[in-house]
Every structure is written in structure tokens, then in C-alpha cells.
């Protein structure tokens, strides 16, 4: 059972308090009528699936309920960050150099 | 006493005659004995048979890696275990113990035929001999493979035994408790650390009880063992034995089953049989010693051939010579020492058979002070015996030359291939592993965790080697956690260390290609078969391991690994680095079911949501379907009813008069704050802004891709103030992307959302008298159809509680919906029971509640919808705001697949012979003559018998539906194909008339 850092309660809690929620980073159009079929497309089931670091979204569902966002390898299920939604995506590089 | 018990030696206690059975065979042995040790003492090897081939099998290790002594136990009513390691078990008095995968008997069983046809069951035999003709594998094949292979048989009564599962958090926690993790704990524990040390083994000592003439700093070995642990329990380490580590999972979590009763005659009650435990370690120490391995050869399964360190431990700790007559054969020093040990308290050792051509010097010295015979370059060709070894086949080697064979006759026969570090937990960290050319093994490399390997399980060997290492490693760990450590150094005297060479199976001057040479004992894989494996094209270890099922056993291959892999890069001709080794996954060992689920079972396996009436629907002898977790009141049967004539009783009596529904499961979201308007627009398809505080809107919900994924009534109570209706089993999911749309996408908006679906129960009140029911009750609120018309809703109080009350209706009569809180649910519920008895109210369960709705056409999502339905396609056209800018599911409403021709789409089917109800689920076809497989066109989603319609009435999703009313489709059935005509889908009032007062 993973321990996941939640940005919001400053807190290393098991992996039972929280929920996956798919890629993070992908914000939806903010003028959806604009936008051409094959961007809607992308936006609604076009995903990175890497292997190795992946940005995605989790929710502290049963904590203080927040979603926020978080750099995972999906080889190793390592957590290399958990950050605030509306932090800026964290470089990867940077990330990396951390880890080591 | 039996001739193989040997008076004063071993850790057994000679004062405790203990007695159990046998296959209903009387057995003695003493306290501290495993079945298999009292078996041995007893003079029996025989103990099951195998899995393919059902050859006979005795015991060939003394430990949790034993393959082939699995037994079943029964420890009283209902508590009958298979497949339980007769190395580990302990016995006490009573104990059945039953051989397994044998008749009529063990020592003749009809199943050996197998052993015969074994030509027959080589790799591969599920891919090749039963493959043709094709019908003959479900008929012929499978069930002949079935009564032949296997192991024991599964319990057929429910497990009265409860078991437990806890937490525990520790400084360091290290895994085994031999020299090596004895040490590592004295080290950390006296520099300050919180320790837990675990074994599997009812006590602590591990390799050290089976040496007792070793000396660790001028103290005999089982001496120090002691003196350790009590210092240890001094220092506060949690010791704990029979304490498997399962499983070592990320960031240092390890799962431990402790096993509590099995070892006891009498086990108090209210003891848990097991208890597992989940510890997170701030560090790890992994001293997991090493496992031997046999040696590969004709034979080599025979009961009465051992490990010959296994056979150390049963004449060390339990105090049993396992026979009269030995032979040893190995490849390692450490299997001259059983000989010396086994020759010392009275077996004749016929032979030290040795194919290293130069063993050690001061062990032939040894062996010739005690007069044993040696044949070092020599080999093991063959074993005969039918159901216990009673000679054995040696012959010199000399290059690559097999000489002449010599028999050798003995009644044991103790094989010693060298040692595999046991690397099984490490490897469940996906720590790396590195291939140990001189070793011959593969080493722990790259650490994955926060974590050290100490002793012989990271490829030391000798007891001061491990002592010291563990010592090391325990002040490793203390410093990495900031203690101050300092590691002891260990003086052993009459350490027994060594060396030794490792081999693929071992050469023979016969015909290897009828060779018995057994590498997986428990799946019956022998060396032949990994060879065949690779001649058919398996390159993979992953492959072959699968092809030939080496190392697939209950077992994981402890013993099998390391000789199938010098096999297969053998035959392969790479180096086995390259070749690699198969995953090790937890559990470690076989762990029961009930370990795993603990205090979740029975009643306690899922929870069960009660609404706040529910126990009046009990009393009232409601029958109860689960609808999600909810169990809600299905229909209320009277004396002798069906539900077929109850449901149809509770239709008639609400569209007559009144019935009274519990609709407290419905989800309900409170939407609070100034914008709060401007966030339904944007989540929910319909318009929002003019909703009036006061009115109801049938609110539908998409996701982004357009497809319906939830509804519900949603009432406006005030500027700034929303009560959101889901459906009973989309209420969480809806809050959550609620939540999700609004913290991520629109943060902007100053919204609260708080689920209120427990805080309320709903009262729902249908049929032409429920006004008439309800009003008495109503304080504060005028009920005149004009003042509260249909899809109105309002706060007042009803019945003396405050309430929120809506008048809408899912059945098509007038209908209100009464909100009070959860604690006043069922006292009201009374009252307008009571007082809705001069109308006959009749209460009803979600049978009625669908089938009224369906007359009506109302959909359910999850139902009528699957996750593929638009609002078109459901007829729901009606509920999008056209004119909003956007909101969630817009864009993809106009996807090209969504607006395309031809789609499926919800309509009603009336069988044509009015008699017929449809199933829900049966698939549609236009032309029933087509030839199999026909083009299904859609399928039935509800079907009903209606009484209002007096006929049964179906919804189906159809392609192009809603462009064949009138015409006739089919749905075959397995004895016949039913006719029906595609209509609208309100099958009553579709006019409306019966909402209005
Ligand atoms: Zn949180």
C-alpha cells in the first residue's frame, strides 16, 4: 500500500484515502463550441500513456476531499511529487535529479 | 520409544508423549514435533502422493519449502485444512492427519497409472496431446486431467475460525531469526532502536538449532539463542514466531501472518486463528538464510531421499535419525557434516558420494576417523524402491565419462546440490538482482526499499560470517535512523562452513531421455521436460517455466528454481544471467483465505445502507432487493402472494387511490452559493436561470463525451440554493464530478456542494387521493393545485417536522415527495400510513415503482442508458437548454457518431401476441431467417407486466427505433422467436390527465 503526500493537508497518508483520477494537465477548452472534432477527440480520450513518469490527477476523497495533481513512475509506482492543482507543472528533469 | 527417536538429542521435549493419527492410524511423537518428524521418527517416509504422476513422496526438506509432504489436517467440526506442509505442522493430541491424492490407499492408489503413461504428460501436454479432436476436451480430456492431477481437496463446511488483522509501525523490522537476524536485532535494539524481529518457526534460532555444537563467543549455540532473546525482550523487541513475512510491498510495508491456534489442542475461543499484520518499518532487515537444493537425478523423488541439511535438522532439533542406512551424494561441504552427524548418533553411512573429484581434506579425515566410505567424482545414477529408496546407482565420472555402476543398498538417501539465498521478499520490492559467477547464484543487487539482506541470504556461509554480517547490517540501519551503533564481532568455534559447486542434472550412462530426474517436485517437472521445452522453441525462462509449469507450484519453485535455470541455459547454450530468473510474487507461502480477510466476512463483508423506514418495512414483511449497497423494500407480499400478484396489487391500489413509497435511497446533493445558478447551467443539460425558488426541473446530467450519465427532480429553493435529486446508486459518483468540474475546471465559482442523501428520508406519496392523505399534515403551505402545482416544491412542515416538499411524480397520478429529517422518517411514515387508511394506502416496493414508471415511459440511467445513450437517443430531447453557451456534454453532443443516422434509440415493444413479457437483456433481430450468427439490432432494457395496460409492455434500445414505429422485429429465444411492434414508449395516460388535481 502506497503512502501519498496530499498538498492540502500538508499530510503522508495511505493509499486508502485516495482516488485515481486520471491524467492531470488536461484542461478543458474554455470554449468547447470552438473547437474542431478531432480537438475534442484529444481532449476527451487521448491519453500519454508512458511508461515512467506520468502526471496525473488524485483526489484525497476521503480526507479533505480535494483533487490535486502528482508526478508517479508507473514502472516503479513510485510518487516523485504531489502538488496543488493550480501549481505549475513540475519538470521532469528536475524531478528526476530529486529522486536521485 | 521407536528405533529412530534418539533418547537426549534434539529440542523436542522426551517428556511429552503426544498422539495423533494418521491416516486413522495411532501415532506417537513428542512436543515440539512437526507431523513429519513424528512420521520419521516413526520409521515412515511415505507420505503422498504427487500431483501428475501420483509417484510416491516422502518428506524432502524440514521446512515451510517442503513440496511434497502436503497433508490434510482436520483440527475438529468444520476445521479441515489441505494441502498443509507436513514439515511446519506442529502436533498435539488429537490431530488428524490424512494423506492426500491417493485411492483407495497410499500405498497402492490406481492414479500411478499416470506414472506409467508419463510419455504422455511431458511439457506442454495441456497445449498438445489434448488438443484434437476439439470436442473431446470438454467431455474427455479435462475431466480425466481434473480426477488425475491435483492436490488436496478443498473444505466443503464454512471456516469456523475468525481471524484478525492489525497495524503496526516500527523502527526496524527484521525477517528471520537465525544468527544472522539475531544479531542484526541485538545490534539495533542496544543502540536504541524499536525493534520487531519474526520467524515462521515456533521458535527463534533458525539455523542455529540445527547446530547445536556450535560455540558463539565461548557459549554453546542453542545457549546463546537463548540468552539473545531474553536480552532482546529486555531491550523491548517485539519478538514474534510463527510469524510468516507474506510479502514486502512499497515503501517498506511487509505482511505477516502469525499463526495463533494451529499449534494448539485446546485453543481458546475467543483467540483469532490467525492475524495479519500490516507493518510499515522505517528500515528493513531481510535475514531470510538460504534454501538447499537437491540434486537432479533418475529417482530422485523416492520417498526416504531428503536434503541432506534437512536431515541434519531432524536429527539436531527433533532428535530423529531418518534411517538405519544413509548414502549421501552432493556437491557441497555442508552435506558431509549431516553424514557426521547422522554416522554419530548411530546410522550407518554407507557412502559419502561426492562429485567434486578433490572434496576437503580435513572432511575426508573426518569421514575416515569415522570410518564412512568416500567416492568423491562419483555420481548418482539411480534409486530403486518402490515406496521408500533401497538402493542407490553410483558410478565413477571421469571427464565426461560415466563408468560402471555400482548398487549401493541404504534405506535414506541425503542429496546436497549447495544452497539458494533466499531472495523471494527482496525480489517483491523489485530490487534487482545480479548473477554470482563463482556462487552460482543470483545475489542481491540495486535495492528497490529502505532495506539490508544479511547472512547467508545475500550468499555468506559459516556462522561467524553471518553473525558478523548481521551485526553489521543491524548497525547499518540503527545509524541510517540516527542511532549511535556499534557492531559486536562474533567468535564461532566448530563453525562448520564450506563450499561447493553447482550442477544441471547430474550425468548418467543410461538413457536420459527416460530419466525420472525431478527438478519441480510439487508439479512432477523433471529435467527432461525443460529440455523438450526448449528443443519445442521456448527461449523465455518466463516461457519455459509456463511450458513445463517448473516453479509454478504452491511452492514457487524454492527448491526448482536455480536447477531448471542451470538446465535451461544448458540447453539453450547461455550463460543463465542472460537467461534470467521468473518472478517471485507474494505470498512467500500458502496463506489462508480467511488471513487475507480478516474480520471482513459474513455480515461484516459489505456494509448494508438502511434507510431510516426500513425497519418498518421489515416488520411489515417487505421482500428486499440490494440496489447498490443499499437494501431497499422490493414489494410487500400478503398471505400467500407471489410478487407477481403483489406488485400487481400495489399497482392498482396507487393508480386507484394512494401507495406510499420510501424513496430515502434517492442521492441528494445540496448545490449552495451565489453562483450556484451559473454552476447548474454549466453541469446539468437544462436551463436553470428562470427556474422560479419554489419550482422543480427534471434535471438531466452528461459526461463531456455527451452520453446520458445521470438524472434526477432538482428543485430551486431559494436564489442561491439548489436541492439536486440523483439517482439511488450514481449519488456519490455525481458529487464527485460535481466536485471535479468545480475545484479543477471552474475554481472560479463561489459554489458549495454537500451530500445530503443520509440527512434526509423521503416520503413518496402517489395516486389520486394523495393530496387528500397528505394535507392534514401540511402546516404553512397552500396545496391548491394553483398555488403548488406540479413541479413545486417548498419548505413548510409536515406532520409537526420541518420538511421539504415537492410535488412531482414517477408514476404518472399526482404525486409528493416529502423530505423531513432522517430521525423523523419513520414516525411520519406512521402517521400517513395511518391516517391513509380510510383510502386504502397501499405500500410499495421498487418492483411497483418500475413498472409504474415504465407505463409512463420514464427511463432509468443504468438501465435504459448504458453509458452509450445520448439524450436523442432516450427521447429527451426536450431537457437541453439549446441556447446555453455550453455545458457539460455539449460539445460532444455534436460529435460526428452522435449526430450520425441510425443510432440506437429507446423505444416501446408490444409482443404481438399480448401474452408474451419479453426478458430483459434479449437481443433483437429484423430477420429471424437470417443465418446464425444474425445481426442483432438492439436489445429489450425493461419489460414489465402491466395491468394499467393490461397487457406486458417492453423498452428496448434499437437501431434506428425511432424510425420503425409500427413495424414488426424479432427476438429469438432458445425455443422459439417472439414477434413484437415497435411503438412510443408511454404505454398509460399519454396525455398527462391523471397529474392534475
Ligand atoms: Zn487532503
Redesign the interface.
Known amino acids: 500500500m502506497l503512502l501519498i503526500h496530499c498538498p492540502y493537508c500538508n499530510q503522508t497518508l495511505p493509499e486508502l484515502e485516495f482516488t485515481y483520477a486520471g491524467e492531470a494537465h488536461i484542461a478543458r477548452p474554455a470554449d468547447p463550441s470552438s473547437v474542431s472534432d478531432e480537438e475534442w477527440r484529444d481532449f476527451l480520450f487521448i491519453r500519454t500513456n508512458v511508461k515512467g513518469p506520468h502526471y496525473e490527477r488524485w483526489r484525497h476523497f476521503h480526507g479533505c476531499g480535494r483533487y490535486f495533481n502528482a508526478v508517479r513512475d508507473t514502472v516503479s509506482d513510485r510518487f516523485l511529487i504531489t502538488y496543488k492543482t493550480d501549481d505549475p507543472r513540475p519538470e521532469l528533469s528536475k524531478l528526476l535529479e530529486k529522486s536521485k | 520409544m521407536s528405533s529412530f527417536r534418539v533418547s537426549g538429542r534434539g529440542r523436542v521435549d522426551h517428556t511429552q508423549p503426544i498422539q495423533f493419527t494418521f491416516d486413522g492410524k495411532k501415532i506417537k511423537g513428542f512436543k515440539g514435533d512437526t507431523i513429519a518428524s513424528a512420521l520419521l521418527a516413526n520409521g515412515i517416509h511415505l507420505m503422498g502422493r504427487s500431483f501428475k504422476y501420483h509417484r510416491p513422496r516422502g518428506a524432502v526438506t524440514a521446512g515451510s519449502e517442503e513440496p511434497n509432504a502436503l497433508v490434510g489436517t482436520r483440527r475438529g467440526p468444520g476445521r479441515f485444512e489441505p494441502n498443509t506442509r507436513a514439515t511446519v505442522q506442529e502436533i498435539w493430541d488429537g490431530l488428524q492427519v490424512n494423506s492426500q491424492n491417493r485411492y483407495p490407499s497410499l500405498s497402492f492408489d490406481i492414479g500411478a497409472i499416470n506414472d506409467k503413461a508419463y510419455m504422455l504428460f511431458s511439457a506442454g501436454f495441456y497445449y498438445k496431446t489434448f488438443m484434437w479432436p476439439k470436442s473431446f476436451w470438454d467431455k474427455v480430456y479435462e475431466p480425466f486431467i481434473r480426477a488425475a492431477a491435483g492436490l488436496g481437496v478443498s473444505p466443503t463446511e464454512p471456516d469456523p475460525d475468525h481471524y484478525a488483522s492489525r497495524y503496526l509501525h516500527t523502527d526496524v523490522l527484521i525477517i528471520g531469526a537465525g544468527p544472522a537476524g539475531l544479531a542484526a536485532a541485538l545490534t539495533a535494539a542496544r543502540a536504541g532502536s524499536q525493534v520487531t524481529l519474526v520467524d515462521e518457526n515456533p521458535e527463534a534460532g533458525g539455523s542455529l538449532l540445527s547446530e547445536p555444537s556450535a560455540v558463539i563467543e565461548d557459549v554453546p549455540a542453542w545457549d546463546w539463542v537463548a540468552k539473545t532473546v531474553a536480552e532482546l525482550k529486555e531491550l523491548g523487541v517485539k519478538v514474534m514466531t510463527r510469524t510468516t513475512a507474506i510479502g514486502y ?3 517498506n ?1 511487509v505482511g505477516l501472518c502469525e499463526k495463533l491456534t494451529d499449534h494448539l489442542a485446546s485453543p481458546d475461543a475467543e483467540t483469532p486463528r490467525e492475524r495479519m499484520w ?1 507493518v ?1 518499518a522505517k528500515q528493513v532487515v531481510l535475514a531470510q538464510g538460504a534454501l538447499e537444493k537437491p540434486l537432479v537425478f533418475d529417482g530422485n523423488d523416492r520417498p526416504g531421499v531428503m536434503l541432506a541439511g534437512s536431515a541434519q535438522t531432524y536429527i539436531n532439533r527433533y532428535g530423529v535419525r531418518v534411517g538405519n542406512k544413509a548414502v549421501i551424494v552432493t556437491s557441497h561441504d555442508s552435506a558431509w557434516y549431516a553424514a557426521f552427524d547422522l554416522a554419530d548418533a548411530g546410522t550407518t553411512i554407507a557412502a559419502i558420494v561426492d562429485t567434486r573429484s578433490e572434496p576437503n581434506a580435513d572432511l575426508i579425515a573426518e569421514a575416515t576417523k569415522r570410518g564412512i566410505r568416500i567416492m568423491a567424482g562419483h555420481t548418482v545414477t539411480g534409486t530403486e524402491g518402490r515406496l521408500r529408496v533401497k538402493s542407490v546407482r553410483v558410478n565413477p565420472v571421469t571427464g565426461s565419462t560415466v563408468g560402471q555402476a555400482e548398487i549401493i543398498g541404504c534405506d535414506c538417501l541425503l542429496m546436497s546440490g549447495g544452497w539458494t539465498p533466499s531472495l523471494h521478499l527482496f525480489s517483491h520490492t ?1 530490487g534487482t538482482l545480479k548473477w554470482d559467477d563463482e556462487r552460482q547464484t543470483f545475489l542481491p543487487d540495486h535495492k ?1 526499499e529502505e532495506c539490508e539482506i544479511a547472512g547467508a541470504g545475500r550468499g555468506l556461509w559459516g556462522i561467524e560470517a553471518v553473525l558478523n554480517d548481521g551485526a553489521e547490517m543491524g548497525a547499518a540501519v540503527a545509524k541510517s535512523l540516527g542511532k549511535k551503533a556499534k557492531a559486536a564481532s562474533y567468535g564461532v568455534a566448530n563453525d562448520r562452513s564450506g563450499t561447493g559447486v553447482s550442477h544441471k542434472e547430474l550425468p548418467t550412462d543410461l538413457d536420459a531421455g527416460k530419466a525420472r530426474a525431478f527438478v519441480d517436485y510439487q508439479n512432477d517437472v523433471t529435467a527432461k521436460d525443460l529440455r523438450l521445452a526448449v528443443r519445442e522453441g521456448m527461449r523465455s525462462i518466463e516461457h519455459v517455466k509456463r511450458y513445463t509449469t517448473n516453479g509454478m507450484a504452491t511452492d514457487q519453485g524454492k527448491m526448482s528454481n536455480i536447477n531448471g535455470l542451470n538446465i535451461a541455459s544448458d540447453a539453450l547454450g547461455v550463460p543463465q544471467p542472460k537467461v534470467g530468473l521468473t518472478t517471485f510474487r507474494p505470498p512467500y507461502t500458502p496463506t489462508t483465505f480467511g488471513a487475507f480477510c480478516g474480520y471482513h466476512k459474513g455480515s461484516h463483508f459489505e456494509v448494508t445502507r438502511k434507510t431510516p423506514i426500513d425497519s418498518w418495512a421489515e416488520e411489515n414483511g417487505a421482500a428486499y432487493e440490494p440496489v447498490s449497497l443499499w437494501r431497499r423494500a422490493w414489494y410487500f407480499p400478503k398471505d400467500g402472494e407471489d410478487m407477481h400478484a403483489a406488485v400487481s396489487r400495489e399497482c392498482l391500489a396507487t393508480r386507484a387511490s394512494v401507495g406510499i413509497f420510501d424513496a430515502s435511497t434517492l442521492g441528494k446533493i445540496e448545490v449552495v452559493g451565489p453562483d450556484s445558478v451559473e454552476f447548474m447551467n454549466r453541469m446539468y443539460t437544462n436551463p436553470w436561470t428562470k427556474l422560479a425558488p419554489g419550482r422543480a426541473r427534471y434535471g438531466l446530467l452528461l459526461g ?2 455527451g452520453f446520458i450519465r445521470d438524472d434526477g427532480v432538482i428543485g430551486r429553493l431559494a436564489d442561491d440554493r439548489f436541492h439536486v435529486t440523483t439517482t439511488t446508486g450514481g449519488a456519490a459518483r455525481v458529487l ?1 464530478m460535481m ?2 468540474y468545480l ?3 471552474w ?1 472560479d465559482l463561489d459554489v458549495w456542494l454537500t451530500s445530503t442523501t443520509e440527512q434526509w428520508a423521503t416520503i413518496a406519496l402517489n395516486g389520486p387521493n394523495a393530496r387528500k392523505v397528505l394535507e392534514p399534515f401540511v402546516e404553512g403551505l397552500d396545496m391548491s393545485d394553483e398555488a403548488f402545482p406540479h413541479m413545486s416544491v417548498a419548505e413548510c412542515r409536515v406532520g409537526g417536522f420541518p420538511a421539504r416538499l415537492f410535488r412531482i411524480s414517477f408514476t404518472g397520478e399526482v404525486g409528493f415527495e416529502v423530505n423531513v429529517p432522517a430521525h423523523a422518517g419513520r414516525a411520519l411514515w406512521e402517521m400517513l400510513f395511518e391516517a391513509g387508511k380510510k383510502y386504502d394506502i397501499c405500500p410499495y416496493g421498487t418492483e411497483t415503482m418500475h413498472v409504474l414508471r415504465a407505463e409512463k415511459g420514464y427511463i432509468i440511467v443504468g438501465q435504459d442508458t448504458d453509458g452509450t445513450v445520448t439524450p436523442h437517443d432516450a427521447g429527451l430531447s426536450w431537457a437541453i437548454g439549446k441556447m446555453k ?2 455545458f457539460v456534454g ?3 453532443l ?3 457518431d452522435l449526430v450520425a443516422e441510425g443510432r440506437k434509440q429507446l423505444i416501446g415493444l408490444l409482443t404481438e401476441d399480448g401474452k408474451t413479457k419479453l426478458e430483459e437483456g434479449a437481443q433483437i433481430v429484423l430477420d429471424p431467417n437470417q443465418p446464425k450468427p444474425m445481426k442483432m439490432v438492439g436489445h429489450v432494457t425493461s419489460s414489465y407486466h402491466s395491468d394499467a395496460a393490461g397487457r406486458p409492455i417492453a423498452m428496448a434500445l434499437l437501431e434506428d427505433g425511432f424510425n420503425r414505429m409500427g413495424e414488426t422485429i424479432y427476438i429469438p429465444m432458445p425455443d422459439r422467436v417472439i414477434k413484437a411492434t415497435v411503438t412510443g414508449t408511454v404505454f398509460y395516460d399519454p396525455e398527462g390527465e391523471r397529474l392534475k388535481l
Open positions: 510491498y512499497h515503501q510495508m500490516r510499515r523489485k528497490a463531456d463525451d464527485n466536485e471535479d475545484q479543477t475546471e475554481p453557451p455550453d455539449k460539445r460532444g455534436a460529435r460526428p
